[in-house]
């Protein structure tokens, strides 16, 4: 399987399996959590679109957890 090179949080990372979802699986983040939100090259990325959404060489992912706090 081809891998691709796209940044996750600023970080460089390899993919094989190109999905907004799989990458979310490969960081332990089940879709159905509450509180995360992804960007996909600087545009939020509605939740419905996670599992269907490909990853292609170079994208720029931000995932955003929601804490609670003070």
């Known amino acids: 399987?081809?891998?691709v090179e796209?940044?996750?949080?600023?970080q460089p990372e390899l993919l094989s399996d190109?999905?907004?979802a799989a990458l979310l699986a490969r960081h332990d983040i089940d879709v159905d959590t509450?509180?995360?939100a992804v960007a996909l090259n600087g545009v939020v990325l509605?939740?419905?679109r996670w599992t269907e959404?490909?990853?292609d060489a170079?994208?720029?992912i931000e995932i955003v957890h929601a804490?609670?706090?003070g």
Not at 6 to 10: A, I, L, Q, Y
């Open 1 to 3: 399987m081809t891998q």
């Open 6 to 10: 796209v940044r996750v949080n600023g």
């Open 18 to 20: 190109k999905t907004v």
């Open 34 to 36: 509450k509180g995360v």
């Open 46 to 48: 509605p939740r419905a």
């Open 53 to 55: 959404t490909p990853l």
């Open 58 to 60: 170079d994208d720029r």
């Open 67 to 69: 804490r609670q706090g």
